[in-house]
Every structure is written in C-alpha cells, then in structure tokens.
C-alpha cells in the first residue's frame, strides 16, 4: 500500500499564482484533512472532509479551497498565492472517528 | 477556542535519563494523541489515548490521559539518542457535519537526547 500521496513534494509560486496540490489515500479511509506547518506553530488545520461530498473549514480555511469528489482524493487549491501561504502542507487521513491519523510526505511550498 | 499547550518546548537531556512531557488542554476532550515527527519528515502516530486514565506504553515511552485535569504526559524512561525528534500531542475538539474529528495540536517539544 502506498497510503497517503502527496504531489507536487516542493513548489515555488509567485504571489498571485494560483495552484492545487495533491493528495491521494489508497486506505479507503472516510476522513481526510489538511494541516499546515509552520516553525513554532505546531500544524494548524486548514479544511477538512469526513466523506465523500462533505467537506469543512478548519482553524485557518482562508485563501484556501477544497473538494472531495471521491474517497481516494482530496486536493487542497490555493487560488491566489500569498507569501503568508509559504509553509509546509500534510495531507492525513484516518479510518475511522478517533483512529490515528496516517500523514503524508508533505509538500513544501514557497511564495515569493 | 480549544487551546492545547505542551512544555516544555525545548529538552536537551543525557542517555540513561528520565522525563516528562506536558500536555494541557482547555476544553473538555477524551481523546489524545501523540505523534513524532523527525527532523524534515512526516508525522507518524505513537498513542491514542481515549478515556479518562489511560496509560499506553511502547518501550521507553509511556503516555497517560487525565480528562479530569485535561492533562496528557508522555513520560521517557532511560532515553536514547535514537529518541531524539519532535513530539507532538492533539487534542479532538470536535467538529460540524455529524463528525468530531477535528484536531488541534500542540506547538510541538523538541526533545535531544545527548550522548
């Protein structure tokens, strides 16, 4: 098993550039979310989804879109870059309502 | 607003010797966990903790839950420089939809174990 993906792994965009990143499970898991890190601020959840369809905002949503059209996928888009957007992204996802998250490899976006 | 805190932030400590780790919550929750990230890498889950006393253990790690004190302790025994890494504790607060799963981590402890 894979488990989570996530693409592009590094990504550097100017500000205003808009662009989506990826994340794939192959656990069949119902939850997925997106968190950010950032140095000192542990990881801050952006939006996340408990199906198919369903999606929600987190403690940091703006700037950022989401959709989950099926269970295996949940891309995070960011529509207009900004440099408060530079950040490491985890994509997670769990099996069930209290079960671990399992953590993707992240990706580590820079906005210049 | 659920507030996590973890203390300390930074612990530098020798092999052979034992620790502590802190979580404090602000809101009623009885589920926790915690996760370790080294440095550049990704998160992977060390305990779940979901209910009022418990304890897990894995090696010289052994983690407990509180929800009375909205208190989580993630105790080292005997550490080993293979220890060194990030820790992390989160808190579910609950969520929207029909779901809770929604969690707030701590800032995160980064524990060297010097030799």
């Known amino acids: 098993n894979a488990g989570v993906t996530q693409t592009p792994k590094f990504q550097v965009l100017k500000t205003g550039q808009s662009m989506t990143l990826q994340c794939a499970q192959d656990?069949?898991?119902?939850?997925m979310s997106w968190y950010r890190q950032d140095p000192g601020m542990g990881l801050r959840l952006i939006h996340y989804s408990v199906g198919a369809g369903i999606t929600d905002q987190g403690e940091v949503p703006n700037g950022y879109n989401v959709s989950r059209s099926t269970t295996e996928d949940f891309p995070l888009r960011l529509l207009s870059a900004a440099p408060s957007q530079t950040s490491v992204y985890f994509c997670a996802s769990s099996y069930s309502d209290g079960a671990p998250l399992h953590f993707g490899n992240g990706t580590r976006l820079t906005v210049t | 607003e659920l507030k996590v805190e973890q203390n300390p932030l930074f612990l530098s400590m020798q092999e052979g010797k034992n620790y502590t780790i802190y979580c404090n919550y602000s809101t009623t929750s009885d589920r926790l966990y915690w996760y370790r990230q080294d440095p550049g890498k990704s998160l992977e889950s060390l305990f779940v903790l979901l209910s009022n006393g418990a304890v897990k253990q894995e090696g010289r790690l052994m983690a407990s839950l509180d929800t009375k004190a909205r208190l989580s302790t993630l105790h080292i025994t005997a550490a080993v420089h293979d220890l060194s890494a990030t820790y992390f504790c989160a808190v579910d607060g609950g969520g929207s939809g029909g779901s809770n799963y929604k969690l707030t981590f701590g800032k995160g402890t980064l524990l060297t174990v010097n030799p």
């Open positions: 656990m069949n898991h119902e939850y």
